[in-house]
């Protein structure tokens, strides 16, 4: 068991290193022709939250038994200035339409649920404007590398999420309405066809960054990781070693069978990055982040 699981792990690198190497296909570039860009200025924004933000996230939590601990919210402290530089996020997660074209070019894995299920025999997840679900952080991190991007940083996703004016939500900061801003509380016990919220887009145009489904992020999670920043601005950070395959990974956004308290644009969360469950998909982003190996 112990040697297949090995064999396994070097597989996943062996493809990571061939994806971050290879020159886009034509295959690739046939799925570039159907991904929407929105472009995030540069500039510097408040990641994070203040004691105070916390404090009432984590009390409005407890009222909807959203069985969120302290130490969740916790590591969404300190607020702190973090610059960025100009980017480029896919305006929708990545549809189960534009991942079949990448496994039928690459041959690798499809989709599966938790129990290893296959994901697309299921039709209420298998439909080609659903965002693909059953993705692990390496098959998502290799998709991104196929088409010459990445998955964005923590820092990244958050500054589309809040927007410049730091909003709770990305419409602003009014709550969460179902059937109105964002897929959330099995309203519809499935992930909707991307885009299907117009009014729970963020300030740049971005859908979906609350709800549907959760979004792998580049960085290993640390409860602890913005701490490390003190008063100085950061600059484009990244908290990766990128060949542990055993440290969890960032997920956020939330997702169609969690309530309104997984929603806030603060919010961070993980997942193990061998896993993969009907909860999760991703986003992309250009150019790459700059990952130390």
């Given at each position: 068991?112990k040697?297949?699981?090995?064999?396994?792990?070097?597989?996943?690198?062996t493809h990571h290193n061939?994806?971050?190497?290879?020159e886009v296909s034509s295959a690739a570039?046939q799925v570039?022709a159907t991904?929407?860009?929105?472009?995030?200025?540069?500039g510097?924004f408040?990641?994070?939250s203040?004691?105070?933000e916390?404090?009432?996230?984590?009390?409005?939590?407890?009222?909807?038994?959203?069985?969120?601990e302290?130490h969740?919210f916790d590591?969404?402290?300190?607020?702190?200035?973090v610059?960025?530089?100009?980017?480029?996020?896919?305006?929708y997660?990545i549809?189960?339409?534009?991942y079949?074209?990448f496994?039928?070019?690459?041959?690798r894995?499809a989709p599966?649920g938790h129990?290893g299920?296959?994901t697309?025999?299921?039709?209420?997840?298998?439909?080609?404007?659903q965002?693909?679900?059953?993705?692990?952080?390496?098959d998502a991190?290799?998709?991104?590398e196929?088409?010459g991007?990445?998955l964005?940083t923590?820092?990244?996703?958050e500054r589309?999420?809040?927007?410049?004016e730091?909003?709770?939500?990305?419409w602003?900061?009014v709550?969460?309405?179902a059937?109105q801003h964002?897929?959330?509380?099995r309203?519809?016990?499935r992930?909707?066809?991307v885009g299907h919220?117009?009014k729970g887009?963020s300030?740049?145009?971005?859908?979906d960054?609350?709800?549907?489904?959760?979004?792998?992020?580049l960085?290993?999670?640390?409860?602890?990781?913005?701490?490390?920043?003190?008063?100085?601005?950061?600059q484009?950070p990244?908290n990766?070693?990128?060949?542990d395959?055993l440290?969890?990974?960032?997920i956020?956004?939330?997702?169609?069978?969690?309530?309104?308290a997984f929603?806030?644009?603060?919010?961070?969360?993980?997942f193990?990055?061998?896993?993969s469950?009907h909860?999760?998909?991703?986003?992309?982003?250009?150019p790459?982040?700059k990952?130390?190996?």
């Amino acid at each position: 068991m112990k040697r297949a699981c090995f064999t396994i792990l070097v597989l996943i690198l062996t493809h990571h290193n061939n994806f971050a190497v290879s020159e886009v296909s034509s295959a690739a570039q046939q799925v570039l022709a159907t991904i929407e860009w929105v472009s995030i200025p540069e500039g510097t924004f408040l990641m994070g939250s203040t004691p105070e933000e916390v404090k009432a996230a984590y009390e409005d939590a407890k009222l909807r038994s959203s069985m969120l601990e302290q130490h969740t919210f916790d590591a969404e402290l300190p607020r702190h200035p973090v610059y960025l530089s100009t980017y480029e996020l896919s305006r929708y997660e990545i549809t189960n339409a534009q991942y079949r074209v990448f496994i039928e070019a690459t041959n690798r894995p499809a989709p599966r649920g938790h129990d290893g299920e296959e994901t697309w025999t299921d039709e209420t997840l298998s439909g080609d404007t659903q965002p693909v679900v059953g993705v692990t952080w390496f098959d998502a991190q290799a998709f991104a590398e196929w088409i010459g991007g990445s998955l964005p940083t923590e820092a990244q996703w958050e500054r589309a999420a809040r927007g410049a004016e730091g909003w709770i939500y990305p419409w602003g900061n009014v709550p969460p309405k179902a059937r109105q801003h964002a897929n959330f509380a099995r309203r519809y016990n499935r992930p909707m066809p991307v885009g299907h919220f117009p009014k729970g887009e963020s300030a740049n145009g971005v859908a979906d960054l609350a709800g549907n489904v959760w979004e792998w992020c580049l960085d290993e999670y640390s409860p602890t990781f913005y701490q490390q920043h003190n008063d100085a601005v950061s600059q484009n950070p990244l908290n990766l070693r990128f060949r542990d395959v055993l440290r969890a990974r960032v997920i956020r956004g939330g997702a169609w069978d969690v309530g309104r308290a997984f929603l806030r644009s603060g919010l961070r969360f993980k997942f193990y990055p061998l896993d993969s469950t009907h909860t999760i998909g991703f986003r992309v982003v250009r150019p790459r982040p700059k990952i130390k190996e």
